[in-house]
């Protein structure tokens, strides 16, 4: 079962004379180069006979089709390096490296998903900026890169979420919450930016092999604003699965950051999920509504096993989670900015009134979440 995490106060969307923060606008970006099939081919290069063929049927069950790097795969499969000297067999990248490439590629790709929100004049407007990411450290940070590009205000409030793997979205999206509700006035822009595939390894290990098999790059801009237009977000919710502290780690190693996903997640989730489904109170993620107060399901896409587990424990419709399976087969698990892309896809067929929840796993295991409504 989970472990609830206490929330904050539950906003009433019916009270018209509170405030609300609203999610006004998405805006997404990937970069250039596909490699899905490229890695997997790649992948099975690195694993004896039968690991391959495990590897092999696991890939195709996947239900991914196509992942997006900042990197080109080039000749790595049949040759000694890719296309920018990058992954060089015998001798992948260190941490140096690796941290080096995030610091030049990052700010782009964040431009770039900022530019699809189309705030044109309005930039000069942004009180607050919100950075998540999980797979790049620097200093000056990521947050003050994007100020600089923007031309942002030097007194912008800046706020880095790090390291809290694919649920950081969540979060980042409660501090905007938070920074609309002191001040009605606040413009938030929020950034979820992940460069996965800079994480490579190469392994002979089956386990890792399959987990970077799921991991592309991609970047979410979000515009936060008490502005009556989108999606009104109402109360955060976060909760915890007892026990599953070594499901899902992300280690710094000599070599990148160490990505271990284990099989048990999924079986994990959809218990938790049974058991909070069953416990009909106010306590849990559903708050005592059932699955029949929500008619939009904002899922994380760890993986269709973990999409297949939410479905299952929460005894969701076969159709209730397209939007995600749709953003894991077209880009694959981009960690904190996934559900964004799923939130993007959404907002523009949704009927005004929809009610809808939000959620994503990360480490911990932890499950974050909040509701919305269109407006």
């Given at each position: 079962m989970f472990r609830k995490v206490p929330d904050h106060e539950p906003l009433l969307l019916e009270a018209c004379l509170m405030t609300v923060a609203h999610i006004n606008r998405i805006g997404t970006a990937v970069p250039e180069h596909d490699i899905h099939h490229g890695f997997v081919d790649y992948a099975r290069t690195m694993l004896d006979a039968r690991k391959a063929a495990v590897f092999s049927r696991m890939a195709e069950r996947a239900a991914i089709t196509h992942r997006y790097s900042h990197l080109a795969m080039g000749d790595l499969v049949e040759g000694e390096v890719d296309a920018q000297d990058f992954y060089r067999r015998g001798a992948f990248p260190d941490i140096g490296r690796r941290m080096a490439q995030y610091e030049k590629t990052a700010p782009g790709l964040a431009e770039e998903a900022i530019a699809a929100l189309g705030l044109n004049g309005s930039v000069a407007e942004i009180?607050?900026?919100?950075?998540?990411?999980?797979?790049?450290?620097?200093?000056?940070?990521?947050?003050?890169?994007?100020?600089?590009?923007?031309?942002?205000?030097?007194?912008?409030?800046?706020?880095?979420?790090?390291?809290?793997?694919?649920?950081?979205?969540?979060?980042?999206?409660?501090?905007?919450?938070?920074?609309?509700?002191?001040?009605?006035?606040?413009r938030v822009l929020v950034v979820n930016l992940e460069l996965c595939t800079l994480h490579l390894q190469e392994t002979g290990d089956l386990e890792t092999a399959l987990t970077f098999m799921l991991f592309g790059d991609g970047c979410a801009a979000t515009l936060v604003t008490a502005e009556p237009e989108g999606f009104a977000m109402a109360d955060f919710r976060a909760a915890t699965i007892p026990q599953t502290e070594d499901l899902i780690t992300w280690d710094i190693?000599?070599?990148?950051?160490?990505?271990?996903?284990?099989?048990?997640?999924?079986?994990?989730?959809?218990?938790?999920?049974?058991?909070?489904?069953?416990?009909?109170?106010?306590?849990?993620?559903?708050?005592?509504?059932?699955?029949?107060?929500?008619?939009?399901?904002?899922?994380?896409?760890?993986?269709?096993?973990?999409?297949?587990?939410?479905?299952?424990?929460?005894?969701?419709?076969?159709?209730?989670?397209?939007?995600?399976?749709?953003?894991l087969a077209a880009h694959g698990n981009m960690s904190s900015a996934t559900v964004m892309f799923v939130l993007r896809r959404m907002m523009a067929d949704a009927v005004a009134g929809a009610r809808g929840m939000a959620m994503a796993f990360g480490p911990g295991m932890v499950a974050e979440t909040f509701r919305f409504r269109k407006v």
């Open positions: 009180t607050h900026l919100v950075v998540a990411s999980c797979t790049g450290f620097t200093a000056p940070g990521l947050d003050q890169h994007i100020a600089w590009r923007l031309g942002l205000r030097p007194d912008i409030q800046r706020t880095l979420v790090g390291f809290m793997g694919c649920s950081a979205a969540v979060p980042a999206l409660r501090i905007a919450q938070a920074a609309v509700l002191a001040d009605p006035a606040a190693g000599a070599q990148g950051f160490l990505m271990h996903l284990s099989g048990g997640v999924p079986g994990k989730i959809a218990q938790a999920l049974r058991e909070d489904l069953a416990r009909g109170d106010d306590g849990g993620l559903l708050r005592g509504e059932g699955t029949q107060a929500v008619d939009l399901w904002a899922v994380h896409g760890g993986g269709r096993t973990v999409l297949d587990a939410v479905e299952s424990g929460f005894g969701l419709a076969p159709d209730a989670l397209a939007p995600s399976r749709a953003v």
